[in-house]
């Protein structure tokens, strides 16, 4: 290999996050997990080499695969032209306008009807350095989607599908919680992708089943509301409340929910937060 050229792909790797999915029999394990998708948009961020391109090309009504390496997006365009169902976007997903995708086409619509499109699917190689982002981002457009299947680091698969009162759940347990049902599926060893990482990777499904109605939550408030809870994991949930709300406030939405101040965030269940959360509201003279 010519030295610029080995130069080059040792700087790319790290930058992109790079590890290829190698093994054929997880990457069938990985689409199958999809369903049945002969009716169903698919989109798969990520492709890579297309190892799950190649399957899901076979089998699903559309696909979309969304890849940020210009190389790779011409070569899956090359090895997929001749597939009218499947759609190369060069880019940066978090950066790809998900509404221009997704959204209703001009000219598309008749007057006084709403457009409803069946949620599409979604399964990738999410990178590890921006998978929360990209997880944030797929839960935004939610309205898009009905089931999201990612391969992810295995220690963030852990935080994904961790109950309130172990180790492991935070704020992007809780983000993820409140917006579907996060399930492990199968874990994945190193030598399952080219080159090794040095981690393993499990892989997950969210299924999208928002709970703000039941929870009787407004979105953003009580995200914002989240991120406070778990400023500092060490720290109680008073303290971390008590750095923007008053003590009075405080003291009557912590004794009408019934949750002890010296709790931390990651004991609370999503349920108890959010009892606490509407006191908040109350106490502040909110609905």
């Known amino acids: 290999m010519p030295k610029g050229a080995s130069a080059h792909r040792s700087l790319?790797?790290?930058?992109l996050g790079q590890h290829f999915l190698t093994d054929e029999a997880a990457a069938r394990r990985i689409a199958e997990a999809l369903g049945d998708v002969s009716e169903a948009t698919v989109l798969e961020i990520g492709p890579g080499r297309g190892a799950i391109t190649e399957l899901l090309?076979?089998?699903a009504r559309r696909l979309i695969a969304v890849e940020i390496?210009?190389?790779l997006s011409a070569q899956l365009r090359m090895k997929f032209n001749l597939y009218p169902n499947v759609e190369i976007i060069e880019?940066?997903?978090?950066?790809?306008?998900?509404d221009t995708v997704f959204g209703a086409k001009p000219g598309s619509l008749r007057t006084g009807l709403n457009f409803a499109p069946d949620p599409a699917r979604v399964i990738?190689?999410?990178p590890y350095y921006i998978t929360s982002d990209i997880l944030l981002r797929l839960l935004e457009y939610r309205r898009y989607f009905s089931t999201i299947i990612v391969m992810v680091q295995k220690e963030v698969?852990?935080?994904l599908v961790a109950s309130a009162g172990s180790r492991d759940y935070g704020l992007l347990s809780a983000t993820v919680q409140l917006y579907g049902r996060a399930e492990r599926l199968f874990t994945l060893p190193?030598?399952?992708f080219s080159p090794s990482p040095k981690i393993?990777?499990?892989?997950?499904?969210?299924?999208i089943k928002p709970r703000l109605e039941s929870l009787r939550v407004p979105e953003a408030e009580f995200i914002a509301f989240l991120k406070l809870c778990f400023a500092q994991k060490r720290k109680t949930l008073w303290n971390n409340l008590r750095t923007r709300y008053d003590e009075g406030v405080l003291s009557a939405a912590f004794h009408k929910s019934g949750v002890k101040p010296a709790i931390r965030a990651e004991a609370l269940p999503l349920e108890k937060t959010a009892a606490l959360f509407r006191e908040m509201l109350r106490a502040l003279g909110g609905s």
């Open 12 to 15: 790319r790797k790290p930058k």
């Open 91 to 98: 880019g940066d997903f978090l950066k790809i306008e998900l």
């Open 200 to 207: 393993h990777s499990s892989v997950v499904r969210i299924t």
């Open 69 to 71: 390496d210009r190389v």
């Open 157 to 159: 698969a852990d935080r």
């Open 190 to 192: 190193p030598s399952a």
């Open 124 to 126: 990738g190689n999410l």
């Open 57 to 59: 090309a076979r089998s």
